[in-house]
Nanobody, 120 residues
């Protein structure tokens, strides 16, 4: 089972990016899905989280600029980011709580990270 993130890159301040993460492999259920980021020299922090019933939490620093959504049929979570700022620069990681079989417990998985650089 893997979480494969894509969509990062270099963008100018004020620009937009769309990140996507797909859960590949055999899972029977996905609970919370989330995006975290880690800026250079800083701790990893939550950007946004969405539950299986679409309860959403955003970090205060991105409220109004970011939209998280999920497609349960495709096991994907996306993060639409608008009005990007230099302080949004960092490596973005997708995260999900997965259950691989009826015999296993919920486990937390991380994707490999995708770099967003906001710079002119």
């Amino acid at each position: 089972v893997q979480l494969q993130a894509s969509g990062g890159g270099l963008v100018q301040p004020g620009g937009s990016l769309n990140l996507s993460c797909v859960v590949s492999g055999s899972v029977i259920a996905i609970n919370n899905m989330a995006w975290y980021r880690q800026a250079p020299g800083k701790r990893r922090e939550l950007v946004a989280r969405i539950s299986v019933v679409n309860t959403i939490t955003y970090a205060d620093s991105v409220k109004g600029r970011v939209t998280i959504s999920r497609d349960n049929a495709k096991n994907t979570v996306t993060l639409q980011m608008n009005s990007l700022k230099a302080e949004d620069t960092g490596v973005y990681y997708c995260n999900a709580d997965l259950r691989l079989s009826a015999a296993t417990v919920w486990q937390n998985y991380w994707g490999q990270g995708t770099l967003i650089t906001v710079s002119s």
